[in-house]
């Protein structure tokens, strides 16, 4: 095997012209990135054994090279030798970020969701290897297989502060070596928009003198509100609403004099 990755080992053979003698392969081969075990032979003249390139490496240029310390039986010394080249890549690769351009996702928004890797990945696909919550995430793609981008929408009506993008571990890079689980930073998706649960008045039939209560409770606590632009409540004026406890209103109706209207409603 000349293309070693993670796992790989390969087995090196030596064939000599004839028999040799002083031969040993822990003294008189070298075979750089990796370990070579002891070689062992039947008839001294092939010779055999196990290369284990070392771990976390990437060196595309490595031969394996026999000095000139050995001999025949005859005491004559052999010349040295070198075999072809062989590359070891044991170096997993690795997630360097996890990114989303907007971590506060409200209806109508959308986020990039982006992906770089420490060097060019193979069997990626998005659709099988990255998982986002309460969303979806379109195919992500790229233009050199280390930065992966693609637009992630939030699932409408919905209100989840706590979600990651998850990568799972079922890609590798371009030699076969499988690289490590990555999440992204938390994301929050808040697509359920707010509602009026309740509007009621504490007196439904005002007569001279009298004023009444209006209350709204919303459904979550709410932003940008104000009484005087967003509610109407006709025969009458409604006084500036205030917070009364969380997403509760509260407003003092007064209707106006001289007035006999029967079907009214605050809007």
Same mark, same amino acid.
């Given at each position: 095997?000349?293309?070693?990755?993670?796992?790989?080992?390969?087995?090196?053979?030596?064939?000599?012209?004839?028999?040799?003698?002083?031969?040993?392969?822990?003294?008189?081969?070298?075979?750089?990135?990796?370990?070579?075990?002891?070689?062992?032979?039947?008839?001294?003249?092939?010779?055999?054994?196990?290369?284990?390139?070392?771990?976390?490496?990437?060196?595309?240029?490595?031969?394996?090279? %026999? @000095?000139? #310390? /050995?001999?025949?039986?005859?005491? &004559? !010394?052999?010349? $040295?030798?070198?075999? +072809?080249?062989? *590359?070891? =890549?044991?170096?997993?690769?690795?997630?360097?970020?996890?990114?989303?351009?907007?971590?506060?996702?409200?209806?109508?928004?959308?986020?990039?969701?982006?992906?770089?890797?420490?060097?060019?990945?193979?069997?990626?696909?998005?659709?099988?290897?990255?998982?986002?919550?309460?969303?979806?995430?379109?195919?992500?793609?790229?233009?050199?297989?280390?930065?992966?981008?693609?637009?992630?929408?939030?699932?409408?009506?919905?209100?989840?502060?706590?979600?990651?993008?998850? %990568? @799972?571990? #079922? /890609?590798?890079?371009?030699?076969? &070596? !499988?690289?490590? $689980?990555?999440?992204? +930073?938390?994301? *929050?998706? =808040?697509?359920?928009?707010?509602?009026?649960?309740?509007?009621?008045?504490?007196?439904?039939?005002?007569?001279?003198?009298?004023?009444?209560?209006?209350?709204?409770?919303?459904?979550?606590?709410?932003?940008?509100?104000?009484?005087?632009?967003?509610?109407?409540?006709?025969?009458?004026?409604?006084?500036?609403?205030?917070?009364?406890?969380?997403?509760?209103?509260?407003?003092?109706?007064?209707?106006?004099?001289?007035?006999?209207?029967?079907?009214?409603?605050?809007?």
């Amino acid at each position: 095997d000349t293309a070693l990755k993670s796992g790989d080992t390969s087995t090196l053979t030596l064939v000599f012209s004839e028999a040799v003698t002083l031969f040993s392969s822990d003294d008189d081969v070298s075979c750089p990135q990796g370990s070579l075990a002891t070689m062992t032979s039947s008839d001294s003249i092939t010779w055999t054994g196990t290369f284990t390139p070392t771990a976390n490496t990437e060196d595309s240029s490595n031969t394996c090279t %026999v @000095a000139t #310390s /050995y001999t025949d039986t005859a005491g &004559n !010394a052999g010349g $040295a030798a070198t075999s +072809a080249n062989y *590359a070891v =890549e044991t170096q997993a690769p690795s997630i360097s970020s996890i990114t989303n351009s907007d971590t506060a996702l409200k209806t109508g928004d959308t986020s990039t969701l982006t992906i770089i890797f420490s060097e060019a990945v193979a069997a990626f696909a998005s659709d099988d290897d990255v998982t986002c919550p309460a969303g979806t995430l379109g195919t992500m793609s790229s233009g050199n297989s280390i930065t992966w981008t693609g637009t992630f929408t939030p699932t409408a009506d919905t209100e989840d502060g706590t979600n990651t993008c998850d %990568v @799972a571990t #079922s /890609y590798t890079d371009t030699a076969g &070596n !499988a690289g490590p $689980a990555g999440s992204s +930073a938390n994301y *929050a998706v =808040e697509t359920l928009a707010p509602e009026a649960d309740s509007i009621t008045m504490s007196d439904t039939a005002l007569k001279a003198g009298e004023t009444a209560t209006l209350t709204i409770v919303f459904s979550e606590t709410v932003a940008s509100f104000a009484s005087n632009d967003d509610v109407s409540c006709p025969t009458g004026s409604l006084g500036v609403m205030s917070i009364s406890s969380g997403s509760t209103w509260t407003g003092t109706f007064t209707p106006t004099d001289d007035t006999d209207d029967s079907s009214n409603v605050c809007t």
